[in-house]
């Protein structure tokens, strides 16, 4: 199973993306599914947590600009993504928690499985 991202690209700050997590052969149902970001030179840290109980919980640098949502029909996790900035930069991935269905606090990454690729949000100056 691997996830697979897409929605990135290039955008000003201030603008918006919507970013997309599928899993062919995969049901995200009974899992908590992460977002995550890397950008080069730094570690990966979380930015939102999509949980089965349909609640949320996000990284204080992300909080108020962006929102994660889920669509168990179609099996696919989103990333609303306002207000844009520069530190927004970053490869976005996300992966499912196989140990817990519900995630409200900073977990460990060994928790996650099923890494994405990822997708590439740039911010333009």
């Known amino acids: 199973v691997q996830f697979v991202e897409s929605g990135g690209g290039l955008v000003q700050p201030g603008g918006s993306l919507r970013l997309s997590c599928t899993a062919p052969g995969f049901n995200f149902y009974g899992y908590a599914i992460g977002w995550f970001r890397q950008a080069p030179g730094k570690e990966r840290e979380m930015v939102a947590i999509?949980?089965?109980?349909?609640?949320?919980y996000y990284a204080d640098s992300v909080k108020g600009r962006f929102t994660v949502s889920r669509d168990n029909a179609e099996n696919t996790i989103y990333l609303q993504m306002n207000n844009l900035k520069p530190e927004d930069t970053a490869i976005y991935l996300c992966?499912?928690?196989?140990?817990?269905?519900?995630?409200?606090?900073?977990?460990?990454?060994?928790?996650?499985?099923?890494w994405g690729q990822g997708t590439q949000v740039t911010l333009s100056s």
């Open positions: 999509s949980n089965n109980d349909h609640s949320a």
């Open positions: 992966a499912a928690n196989t140990m817990r269905s519900v995630v409200k606090t900073t977990v460990p990454f060994h928790e996650y499985n099923y």
